[in-house]
């Protein structure tokens, strides 16, 4: 397990979840555009946005943000219907999309960080809402453009406090890492 991992490896991992997922399971092709990082920002936003936490040795989140428009378009394939306009199917399957795109990057991952699990997806849509980014970590975020629109998905992994717990039914059992 490493204490840091290169950004441009966290890139090219989301990168290619993404273009897998979009590819096989919408048949469409996901173009990266140029990643960046960034820290704490706040936005108002109208967009989709979908985040699953990781956890283990590592934690953080990733997330997927698009406007509603390539939401509905991406729940349409994904779907096999027609969405035009975003309910609870279309943020249904964006939370599918995001599972499984994270669920392939946190696979990939797991070879630095070590075994990880994934949290239930959470999506969100409204109008004019404010998302923010807290504490001063670094995120990484990959921009697509695909479908005719764009979407990004945004990570931040950092090393835990040494502690993990897998659930085994109500039992929890922990392992402590000595550092």
């Known amino acids: 397990m490493s204490p840091t991992i290169d950004n441009g490896i966290i890139v090219e991992l989301l990168q290619r979840s993404?273009?897998?997922v979009l590819s096989t399971m919408l048949g469409i092709e996901a173009v990266p555009r140029p990643a960046q990082t960034e820290t704490r920002t706040s936005a108002e936003i109208e967009d989709v946005v979908s985040f699953v936490g990781m956890a283990g040795q590592w934690i953080?989140?990733?997330?997927?943000h698009c406007g509603p428009n390539v939401a509905c378009r991406l729940a349409s394939k994904f779907l096999m219907s027609n969405h035009h306009e975003v309910n609870d199917e279309v943020l249904d399957a964006m939370g599918e999309l995001t599972n499984m795109i994270m669920g392939g990057f946190k696979n990939e991952v797991e070879r630095y960080t070590g075994p990880m699990?994934?949290?239930i997806p959470?999506?969100?849509?409204?109008?004019?809402?404010?998302?923010?980014?807290?504490?001063s970590e670094e995120w990484t975020v990959a921009p697509f453009d695909c479908d005719g629109g764009a979407m990004c998905l945004r990570v931040c992994l950092k090393p835990g406090n040494g502690v993990t717990g897998v659930f085994h039914g109500m039992e929890r059992r922990h392992s402590v890492v000595q550092q």
């Open 122 to 135: 959470t999506v969100i849509h409204g109008r004019n809402f404010s998302a923010c980014v807290l504490g």
């Open 18 to 20: 993404t273009m897998e």
């Open 117 to 119: 699990g994934l949290s």
């Open 60 to 64: 953080g989140n990733g997330s997927l």
